[in-house]
T-cell receptor, first 112, second 117 residues
Framework: GNSVTQMEGPVTLSEEAFLTINCTYT??????LFWYVQYPGEGLQLLLK?????DKGSNKGFEATYRKETTSFHLEKGSVQVSDSAVYFC???????????FGQGTRLTINP | EAGVAQSPRYKIIEKRQSVAFWCNPI?????LYWYQQILGQGPKLLIQ????????DSQLPKDRFSAERLKGVDSTLKIQPAKLEDSAVYLC???????????????FGPGTRLTVL
């Protein structure tokens, strides 16, 4: 079945550092890929998504590129801020099966 | 635009008791999802509705969990009787049509945190 594997956390960085959170997936066909973020005390929010190979999703300075050859969708940001501290979830949905399959989440803490 | 509403936000019960959660999706969204998120894990789908019909309930423990979506709008999720391992956050989400297409995004509510003692 479909599955998502994320880089284990927690991840702690200093403000303005470069961020990468790795995500790889296993799926049949051509899934859509997502990054969701959960800020402290809040619900899950869609951060970005990509629906086909080589698409790049971007939002709030974050980017992720759908790499079919490596089955990856790594999240990157060039300069993180304290306000980026949150839990980040990689997820996929298969074609014709709309449910989201999530990774285990990566907790990110940014220190000033 | 109002988001997905859930209540209660927190619930503490003893094992073997029953509990119910309520969800009101975004207006006009045909598809509604219930997810279970155990501490330290990603959310796992329990049940998906398209209007008032069930699309996927393959991971719903049907001996103790039940859900309904009357009139294709609000939904309730019930656990009876609760077990210790049911302690989790229960998330409700909705999307426009459930097609999984490029514009069919799932929007999540704030969740209900259940503690079973």
């Amino acid at each position: 079945g479909n599955s998502v594997t994320q880089m284990e956390g927690p991840v702690t960085l200093s403000e303005e550092a470069f961020l990468t959170i790795n995500c790889t997936y296993t799926a049949t066909g051509y899934p859509s890929l997502f990054w969701y973020v959960q800020y402290p005390g809040e619900g899950l929010q869609l951060l970005l998504k990509a629906t086909k190979a080589d698409d790049k999703g971007s939002n709030k300075g974050f980017e992720a590129t759908y790499r079919k050859e490596t089955t990856s969708f790594h999240l990157e940001k060039g300069s993180v801020q304290v306000s980026d501290s949150a839990v980040y979830f990689c997820a996929l949905s298969g074609r014709g099966a709309q449910k989201l399959v999530f990774g285990q989440g990566t907790r990110l803490t940014i220190n000033p | 635009e109002a988001g997905v509403a859930q209540s209660p936000r927190y619930k503490i019960i003893e094992k073997r008791q029953s509990v119910a959660f309520w969800c009101n999706p975004i207006s006009g969204h045909a598809t509604l999802y219930w997810y279970q998120q155990i501490l330290g894990q990603g959310p796992k789908l329990l049940i998906q509705f398209q209007n008032n019909g069930v699309v996927d309930d393959s991971q719903l423990p049907k001996d103790r969990f039940s859900a309904e979506r009357l009139k294709g709008v609000d939904s309730t999720l019930k656990i009876q009787p609760a077990k210790l391992e049911d302690s989790a956050v229960y998330l409700c989400a909705s999307s426009l049509d459930g097609s999984g297409g490029a514009t069919d995004t799932q929007y999540f509510g704030p969740g209900t945190r259940l503690t079973v003692l």
